[in-house]
């Protein structure tokens, strides 16, 4: 199937990648963001990484692990990654542009056995940026300190969702997370903000550290009062503008100024 980046390849005159692979910063551009023009198009061409695609169902955390790689790179799609900690779980989605590792261990400072399940709640294609991405791009360490960041940010997030899972209502807990979820994946519309959320109740209710029932009572409140507005399957609608408890917890964690 011909893609926007098989195009690009065609008018610039570049070979494609090899099949079964990916030039990430054709597919993900930011992380070159940093890179001098006159050595953006060497650093696109060197770029080079194994991409897999995984229907909706569980992740099975395939290939095995590369100690000297940087881990998986999201393209496309939304994983759900799910800890298990004793009876309890906490929930955590992601997308485009997320880096993840699920193959790394705990360390010595684990004090609960734990388990880490990933599943694919919307068909995703991933980059494996192994041992061989991280030697080809060592010229442009700009690409491997935006990984960096990446992983950062994605910790500021956690620490976001912490801060409103500290909150004393579920509704509200509830109503803040599903705007940072529109942040990131939800589009703007002259109606609202419409945020296509493919989780079920009691996935939601483990990302805001609440039971099922509540968080079933919680959105049909907040459909009572016009907040939320169930489009469809999977579908919501976010009326008005986002809580300021957001912006403040968001200020507060760095995740945003």
């Given at each position: 199937?011909?893609t926007?980046?098989n195009r690009?390849?065609?008018?610039?005159?570049?070979?494609?990648?090899?099949?079964g692979?990916?030039r990430?910063?054709?597919a993900?551009?930011?992380?070159?963001?940093?890179?001098e023009?006159r050595?953006?198009?060497?650093?696109?061409?060197?770029?080079v990484a194994?991409?897999?695609?995984s229907?909706?169902?569980?992740?099975?955390?395939?290939p095995p692990?590369?100690p000297?790689g940087?881990?998986?790179?999201v393209l496309?799609?939304l994983?759900?990654?799910?800890?298990?900690?004793?009876?309890?779980?906490?929930?955590?989605?992601l997308?485009?542009?997320d880096?993840i590792?699920?193959w790394v261990?705990?360390?010595?400072?684990?004090?609960l056995?734990?388990?880490?399940?990933?599943?694919?709640?919307?068909?995703?294609?991933?980059a494996l940026?192994?041992?061989?991405?991280?030697?080809?791009?060592a010229r442009?360490?700009?690409?491997?300190?935006?990984l960096?960041?990446?992983v950062i940010y994605r910790?500021?997030?956690?620490?976001?969702?912490?801060?409103?899972n500290s909150?004393?209502?579920?509704?509200?807990?509830?109503?803040?997370?599903?705007?940072?979820?529109?942040?990131?994946f939800?589009?703007?519309?002259?109606?609202g903000t419409?945020?296509?959320l493919?989780?079920?109740h009691?996935?939601?209710a483990?990302m805001?550290?609440?039971?099922?029932?509540?968080?079933?009572?919680?959105?049909?409140?907040?459909?009572?009062?016009g907040?939320?507005?169930?489009?469809?399957?999977h579908?919501w609608?976010?009326?008005?503008?986002?809580p300021?408890?957001?912006?403040?917890?968001?200020?507060q964690?760095?995740?945003r100024?």
């Amino acid at each position: 199937m011909e893609t926007l980046s098989n195009r690009e390849n065609v008018r610039s005159g570049r070979p494609g990648p090899p099949p079964g692979a990916v030039r990430v910063l054709e597919a993900d551009p930011d992380l070159g963001a940093g890179i001098e023009e006159r050595e953006l198009g060497l650093a696109v061409m060197a770029s080079v990484a194994p991409m897999f695609e995984s229907d909706r169902g569980a992740w099975c955390f395939s290939p095995p692990p590369d100690p000297a790689g940087f881990g998986a790179l999201v393209l496309e799609g939304l994983l759900v990654i799910r800890i298990n900690a004793d009876t309890r779980g906490h929930v955590e989605l992601l997308g485009p542009g997320d880096l993840i590792s699920p193959w790394v261990g705990y360390g010595p400072d684990m004090t609960l056995p734990s388990v880490v399940a990933a599943l694919v709640v919307s068909k995703a294609r991933v980059a494996l940026l192994d041992r061989r991405f991280a030697l080809r791009t060592a010229r442009w360490p700009e690409i491997h300190a935006a990984l960096i960041q990446r992983v950062i940010y994605r910790t500021r997030r956690l620490s976001l969702q912490a801060a409103i899972n500290s909150l004393s209502r579920v509704e509200e807990r509830l109503e803040v997370t599903l705007w940072e979820l529109a942040y990131r994946f939800g589009r703007v519309t002259p109606e609202g903000t419409v945020l296509d959320l493919p989780l079920t109740h009691s996935q939601v209710a483990e990302m805001v550290a609440a039971q099922r029932p509540s968080v079933s009572t919680a959105l049909a409140r907040l459909q009572s009062h016009g907040r939320v507005i169930h489009l469809a399957r999977h579908r919501w609608l976010l009326c008005g503008d986002p809580p300021s408890t957001l912006s403040s917890l968001a200020q507060q964690t760095g995740l945003r100024a």
